[in-house]
């Protein structure tokens, strides 16, 4: 009989894609790559008893430097495979809070999209993805920890049409919970986290430490086919058309405390 070789890893660094806004995030995240190969060969060693040496340090070409939102992905990342797999951790921020820069991006990744001002910054993210997964005879998974507000309200309907469609559906969603880190005076964000495919495959709900298997999973991160709710302007029945809702937008001259209250009662008793 011949003799059997002995087993490598067939997971390189050259597999891995990455594109990182801060420069010294981009050092950092290309060095963590260094570590972690060294670490599983480490491991991989230990359970085979061979592995491939780490040392020389091999290039990471493929994680790079600059706004993931203005680089086409596919230019970046290789096709030479069967199945992708892509996740981030996009910035928390609010359609309320954008800035200039922010807003920059958003009429780049939207430049047709009606209703994208209403949108968080993280749906740009989940829209260039979806755009990514388009491609035939590749898997691709995609997941990323998101805002719980992309999961609400009026963002799903101007959203996940654009998102879910071509056979792209969620295949897996961890619940809003609160999120917070060790930074000074951090402030706690409620987030999702949503998975996307391209492929069919289980669903699966995750929410407080529990899972649930599920036939799909809707927009609003329930078990449920996909089905959204629109605004619309005329109500369904025969009753007087609401222009905005309870929403109190007059600067706060109608909000009244206890004395305010009942001074106003004592003037105008009709009221």
């Known amino acids: 009989t011949g003799q059997i070789s002995q087993p490598f890893s067939v997971i390189k660094l050259s597999q891995f894609y990455g594109i990182e806004l801060d ?112 491609q035939e005879g590749v898997s691709v998974k995609v997941a990323f920890v998101s805002t719980s507000s992309i999961t609400q309200g009026e963002q799903v309907a101007v959203l996940w049409p654009e998102v879910l469609k071509d056979g792209i559906e969620i295949f897996f969603a961890v619940r809003a919970f609160n999120w917070s880190n060790n930074a000074k005076d951090n402030a706690g964000v409620h987030c999702v986290i949503v998975g996307l495919s391209n492929t069919q495959c289980s669903k699966t709900i995750f929410q407080d430490h529990y899972a649930k298997s599920v036939g799909s999973i809707s927009p609003y991160l329930a078990d449920g086919s996909y089905c959204i709710v629109k605004k619309r302007s005329k109500p369904l029945s025969d009753l007087p058309k609401m222009a905005i809702g309870n929403k109190p937008i007059d600067g706060g001259n109608y909000l009244f405390d206890e004395a305010e209250k009942d001074e106003l009662l004592k003037k105008e008793p009709q009221v």
Do not use: T
């Open 23 to 134: 420069d010294f995030a981009h050092e950092v995240a290309i060095l963590s790559l260094w570590l972690a190969e060294h670490q599983m060969n480490v491991e991989f060693k230990v359970e085979f008893g061979e592995a491939l040496p780490s040392l020389p340090l091999k290039p990471s070409e493929g994680i790079i430097s600059g706004n993931s939102l203005r680089i086409d992905w596919e230019k970046l990342c290789s096709r030479e495979c069967s199945e992708i797999f892509v996740l981030g951790n996009p910035p928390y921020i609010g359609a309320k809070n954008l800035e200039a820069n922010h807003k920059e991006d958003m009429g780049h990744v939207f430049p047709k999209l009606k209703g994208s001002g209403l949108l968080d910054y993280v749906c740009c993210w989940f829209y260039k993805a979806s755009k990514f997964m388009r």
